[in-house]
């Protein structure tokens, strides 16, 4: 993906499912043009495509959105862990809270791009100071 537009390519590598009998090859980006090989007949359509390309578009800001939740998630997975050595029940209360606020975050935003691909539009939930 370019900054926040979908390529030809990522729309060609989501039409072609691994192990298929059907190839794309000679994809010129910049013209929007590719050959196909293969089962002719599997090729999709100039149509298919396009409606591919503008589904991924507007699952762009949402995909980038839920893969910086989960880094976030992931990145402090140890206070999610029962035996964690919170100073306080208050703290752990917060840690839980928080965590839980982004496992809902995508069903609380409206996220947009900006130009570069920059996730906009969101709020994100304050993580606790101290554990």
Known sequence: MDGGNITLLDVLEEL???GSPFM???INIDEN???WFGDISARPTDEEIEAKRVELQNALPMKRLREGRDMILQRNDRYGL???PFSSDTKKQ???AYRQ???DF???QTPQLDT???LTNITWPTEPTGS
């Open 106 to 108: 995508p069903n609380t």
């Open 82 to 84: 029962a035996d964690y």
């Open 33 to 35: 043009t590719f050959e």
């Open 101 to 103: 606020a982004l496992r």
């Open 24 to 26: 794309a090859n000679n």
């Open 116 to 118: 570069e691909g920059n």
């Open 94 to 96: 917060e840690w839980l």
């Open 16 to 18: 072609t499912l691994p």
